[in-house]
């Protein structure tokens, strides 16, 4: 089993910041790559930014200059620093990590979710 636990979320201003951050546990051998997404109410899930184990990352084009994303292969966490938030940033962030658990099968795992709430 592994389990995506997420914190940082909550109500900011617009033009302000939040971190997020996740933190993988359990049977994992590796981690091939780590993501974010996120989903407003009436929208799909859509990815933010995703960072691979060797380092490359790609954003949202919305994202893009104010996100960062960032990952900890040895200590299984990834980050996304979130700078001049919008009001459209509002939405549920969840993590995903593509996971190499410790039967040698590949699996993506998921957070419960955070709630980022930007106010104008």
């Known amino acids: 089993q592994v389990q995506l636990v997420e914190s940082g979320g909550g109500l900011v201003q617009a033009g302000g910041s939040l971190r997020l951050s996740c933190a993988a546990s359990g049977s994992i051998i590796s981690i091939n790559n780590m993501a974010w997404y996120r989903q407003a109410p009436g929208n799909q899930r859509e990815l933010v930014a995703r960072?691979?184990?060797?380092?490359?990352?790609n954003y949202a084009d919305s994202v893009k200059g104010r996100f960062t994303i960032s990952g900890d292969n040895a200590k299984n966490t990834v980050t996304l620093q979130m700078n001049n938030l919008k009001v459209e940033d509002t939405a549920v962030y969840y993590c995903s990590m593509a996971v190499v658990n410790k039967a040698w099968r590949p699996g993506t795992y998921w957070g419960q979710g955070t709630q980022v709430t930007v106010s104008s």
């Open positions: 960072i691979f184990s060797i380092g490359s990352t």
